[in-house]
């Protein structure tokens, strides 16, 4: 594991327990004055992670709210003056625009506070695709970084976060498994999206991703023609849209195959049950 280093260094038991530790970590999108140290994230699929690690030490402050795009959002003033507070900022680290966007500014308000880049060690798609998250494979390289992150912010607690973690790495094998199980039963082999946030999960499942919009931008006649003709060889009847943006490409798409959109978001703040919800949503769609 890499370990933590401030951000002038930085280029960019059991379940139970696990989920009575994120339970007791007070995610908040706002500053709490509890006395804990403060973690920062970047968006709310990681509150979960740093909850599960850091227990009763830590409280969390989710930078790009639940709704909200980390493609354009914008930090308020009263978030950088929580930021300010901080002592560890885990970042995804894979290219997400809102750190891209953000870095120098959270530098400046918060030269003191440790950096964690949480995708030190992640195998990257050649594709550029910043939703690393998206694979419990993934997320347990991300929460190890995590770990070491709150050990170099906190020493004292070093024994509780490295317990924490244990448990949770075990959690995240017993949902590659169950996530494993239920696709291979299912027969799928392709499943289409409206935006292509989910190419960790189709990698580490023997799934293929169909988008609809390719960089962003709405899909030309030729691409929805396209598109169209791969689902029907595919016998693919739903298309998968983030609730976070626009899902009129999913309807076009849906309206031509006879299917239907289905809401599936890779910014939930439930990990967990998200990617358990994603797992039987995908399965089911054959």
């Not at 795009?69 to 680290?93: F, I, K, M, N, W």
């Not at 082999?189 to 960089?215: C, K, M, N, T």
């Amino acid at each position: 594991m890499m370990p933590a280093v401030p951000y002038g260094g930085l280029a960019l038991c059991g379940v139970v327990f696990v989920f009575l530790s994120v339970l007791a970590s007070g995610c908040t999108t706002q500053a709490p004055e509890s006395g804990k140290m403060l973690v920062a994230v970047t968006i709310p699929p990681q509150a979960e992670s740093v909850g599960a690690i850091g227990g009763d030490r830590v409280d969390v402050l989710v930078l790009v709210p639940p709704g909200a795009s980390p493609h354009t959002y914008e930090l308020t003033p009263g978030q950088l003056t929580d930021l300010s507070r901080a002592r560890l900022y885990a970042a995804v680290g894979s290219g997400v625009e809102f750190e891209t966007a953000w870095m120098e500014k959270i530098r400046e308000v918060n030269p003191r506070m440790t950096v964690v880049d949480s995708s030190e060690g992640v195998a990257l798609l050649p594709d550029g695709d910043p939703h690393i998250w998206l694979s419990p494979a993934n997320a347990k390289v991300m929460a190890e970084n995590v770990c070491d992150g709150l050990v170099a912010a906190d020493p004292a607690g070093k024994d509780v976060y490295e317990a924490n973690l244990a448990a949770y790495l075990a959690h995240l094998d017993a949902l590659d498994a169950e996530i494993r199980a239920e696709v291979g039963e299912s027969g799928c082999r392709a499943f289409l999206v409206s935006h292509a946030s989910w190419g960790y999960f189709a990698r580490d499942y023997g799934l293929v991703q169909i988008p609809v919009e390719e960089g962003g931008k709405d899909p030309s006649p030729r691409q929805i023609e396209e598109t169209v003709a791969h689902a029907r060889a595919g016998n693919i009847s739903v298309v998968f849209a983030a609730p976070e943006a626009s899902t009129r490409s999913a309807h076009v798409i849906a309206d031509e195959i006879g299917g239907r959109v289905v809401s599936l978001s890779p910014l939930a703040g439930n990990y967990t049950e998200n990617l358990r919800a994603a797992s039987a949503a995908i399965a089911g769609s054959v």
